[in-house]
């Protein structure tokens, strides 16, 4: 007999304003809005509360504070949810066998044959009971025989509550919500949904396939298995040490510092962009420097997680002031960043101004249409001959300019 599936998602619930609430209990009960204080700020998390007057994370703060008059507004620590973030990550490492963090505050868990020894179910519960206790988090999870169905139960059992779907029953649960329920439907996919019609996901279950893709291309056909309730991708093993890096080894060794700086920066907006391109945060950055004598030496630090071009780029600029101090030659300069985990925060909405929201993402869309190195901040000109290569697939560059250690 086949062993079924058993797949728990496991989502903090307003995770930011959870963390903040914890901190200060005079915002319980209360419109809280997380992100940029200003005018030009953006939303980057709102309580239930906030919701119910329609404001939504990545609206302009002034739009939020307009229908949202009474609403709290908190800059937010990043390093305190990364804190927070870490301890609930160590519970669940503690009390399941393969789990999966997807984000700052996401986890998928695989049950699949537990049932043997243990009710999935049960432990899925107590599981929950222990974040709880222990992180004074609310949490909420879904649990169904994969990922898509799961995370669409999280969501039907917010706030803080838990659902199962029992196997056989995902079509039904899933035919009365709305396709915006869907995991990868997004604003512009839904409006092309609701242009023909579609609003349920039952509407999409009775659909062709092949009108699907014709729709949508291959997108078209992943939604409409998902909107069926079928889902084979695995829980992938989380592993914290995963890492990018990228290494520049110099033709003639060189003492030029504005020149070692120049590079070196280009390297770090570079991953940077590698880093959102594959939807991926990192919380650790290194940089290496080889000198002339073939004795290397690294230095690293911890940060709260980001993808943000100028948080890394400060931080790599921080360590290389700190490292290069013994004013010899140097044969290779690289950096690494570290502990990453998916998540799509792409740049620090705490702190950032709209405007520089909609910069990063008109400057990632050019790197993406025309090449990575086709748009860059002034000082990377100098590191233009920079090895470009894609740190998630290993695939290396056409031309390689140069020499790798």
């Known amino acids: 007999m086949a062993i079924e599936n058993t797949i728990i998602h496991f989502d903090l619930d307003t995770f930011f304003v959870s963390v903040e609430r914890l901190l200060d209990s005079r915002l319980n009960g209360k419109p809280v809005l997380i992100g940029g204080v200003t005018d030009r700020g953006v939303v980057a998390a709102c309580s239930y509360e906030a919701r119910a007057y329609g404001v939504h994370s990545a609206m302009p703060m002034k739009r939020a504070r307009e229908l949202c008059p009474d609403a709290i507004q908190i800059r937010g620590n990043s390093a305190n949810y990364s804190k927070y973030s870490n301890l609930v990550t160590d519970i669940i490492k503690e009390d399941v066998p393969v789990y999966e963090k997807t984000s700052i505050d996401e986890f998928y868990i695989d049950m699949t044959g537990m049932e043997r020894f243990h009710n999935s179910y049960l432990m899925a519960t107590e599981l929950r009971r222990r974040i709880i206790k222990e992180s004074g988090l609310p949490i909420s999870f879904g649990m169904s025989r994969n990922k898509t169905v799961s995370k669409v139960a999280t969501g039907e059992a917010k706030p803080n509550n838990q659902l199962r779907i029992m196997h056989g029953t995902e079509k039904p649960f899933l035919a009365p919500l709305s396709v915006s329920k869907i995991p990868m439907v997004g604003q512009k996919t839904q409006h092309i949904l609701f242009g023909l019609g579609v609003k349920k996901i039952h509407t999409l279950q009775e659909m062709p396939i092949e009108l699907m893709e014709k729709v949508l ?19 992938v093993p989380y592993n914290e040490r995963k890492s990018i890096s990228t290494e520049r080894t110099f033709d003639k060794d060189t003492i030029d510092v504005a020149k070692l700086k120049s590079i070196l920066l280009a390297m770090a907006e570079n991953l940077a962009f590698q880093l959102r391109r594959g939807q991926k945060l990192t919380s650790c950055v290194t940089v290496k420097i080889r000198y002339s004598d073939f004795n290397t030496y690294t230095l690293q630090e911890r940060i709260p997680y980001t993808s943000a071009d100028h948080v890394l780029i400060d931080k790599v600029k ?8 013994k004013r010899l030659l140097v044969r290779l300069i690289g950096i690494r960043y ?3 985990v998916e998540g799509g925060y792409q740049i620090n909405l705490f702190e950032d101004a709209e405007e520089l929201i909609q910069l990063y993402h008109a400057m990632d869309k050019i790197r993406d249409k025309y090449g990575d190195r086709k748009i860059m901040r002034a000082y990377g000109i100098e590191a233009k001959t920079i090895s470009r290569f894609n740190p998630f697939t290993g695939e290396p560059p056409p031309l390689l300019a140069n020499r790798r250690q």
Request: glycine share 10%.
């Open 217 to 235: 291309g291959k997108n078209g056909i992943s939604i409409w298995k998902k909107a069926n309730g079928i889902d084979n991708s695995p829980v």
């Open 318 to 325: 921080a360590l290389f002031e700190k490292l290069y101090q």
């Open 338 to 340: 570290s502990h990453l």
